[in-house]
């Protein structure tokens, strides 16, 4: 079983940075593409952000583009998401979540097999 844990979320005002930290369990860690989803109030789980297992490959939802990056150190079993210029509209709860499939960097949430407990990201006027 594959345990991941986030951490870095909080309450930030308009234009701060966060970084969020997800620590994966396990020896496998190098071999999964990553990926950072979020879920608002009453909205649908979206993708974020994702990463393939060397990192080759990143991928982002259109609204962070030039604002987020999300990296990888295989030798800490972390991912990271490095959120800049936050905005109101980023609150959310942040999850980390791992695909098997290493090679590519999926936005279906269907793709992923693990997930994290989450993290509340707060961004305030």
């Known amino acids: 079983q594959v345990q991941l844990v986030e951490s870095g979320g909080g309450l930030v005002q308009t234009g701060d940075s966060l970084r969020l930290s997800c620590a994966t369990s396990g020896r496998t860690f190098s071999t999964y593409a990553m990926g950072w989803f979020r879920q608002a109030p009453g909205k649908e789980r979206d993708f974020v952000a994702g990463i393939s297992w060397n990192g080759g490959r990143t991928d982002y939802t259109d609204s962070v583009k030039g604002r987020f990056t999300i990296s990888r150190d295989n030798a800490k079993n972390t991912v990271y998401l490095q959120m800049n210029s936050l905005r109101p509209e980023d609150t959310a709860v942040y999850y980390c979540?791992?695909?098997?499939?290493?090679?590519?960097?999926?936005?279906?949430?269907?793709?992923?097999?693990?997930w994290g407990m989450g993290t509340q990201v707060t961004v305030s006027l």
């Open positions: 979540a791992a695909d098997l499939v290493g090679i590519r960097v999926a936005r279906d949430s269907s793709q992923y097999k693990y």
